[in-house]
């Protein structure tokens, strides 16, 4: 139960900081990724936070039982990561492997406003920004 509950966890991080934070600040680097979303490349908060999560769940939880809620965490956003490489890095396999995914992340492309989810479109739902097309 804890394992999902980091993993629901970190995808509700996810849609946060994507919508509230790159999209509400307009922060430069995720602008640039709007403008050139077929460039190669990791975003630099990516290998801090996996830095993160890889020194919390080595040596601060490893025998405790709140070291599954971090590594649902974790596993939730290795997901991110790589669905989001796929999406924009293999848009052939992208749209054979998650069509729904692919084209929910093609959508927040098109207006910048919708769709602020990247692995699930759970909290668009929630939140009301869910656009189908």
């Keep these: ?7 629901l ?8 900081i994507h919508r509230w934070l790159y999209h509400g600040f307009r922060l430069r680097a995720h ?7 077929d460039a190669p490349g990791i975003e630099p908060w990516q290998i801090l936070t996996a830095s993160f999560f ?5 040596w601060g939880f490893y025998d405790s039982i709140w070291g599954l809620y971090f ?6 956003f290795l997901a ?10 293999w848009p052939c396999r992208a749209k054979r492997w998650m069509p729904r995914l692919y084209r929910h992340h093609q ?10 989810g990247v692995s699930t479109t759970l909290w668009d739902a ?4 869910k656009r189908t097309g």
């Design 1 to 7: 139960m804890l394992f999902v509950l980091g993993w």
């Design 9 to 16: 966890t970190q995808t509700f991080l996810e849609y946060a």
């Design 31 to 37: 602008v640039e990724h709007h403008m050139h979303p």
């Design 54 to 58: 890889v020194v919390v769940l080595t």
């Design 71 to 76: 590594w649902g965490m974790y596993a939730s």
């Design 80 to 89: 991110y990561t790589v669905i989001h490489r796929i999406e924009h890095g």
């Design 107 to 116: 959508l927040h492309h098109v207006d910048g406003a919708s769709n602020f």
């Design 126 to 129: 929630v939140f009301g920004t």
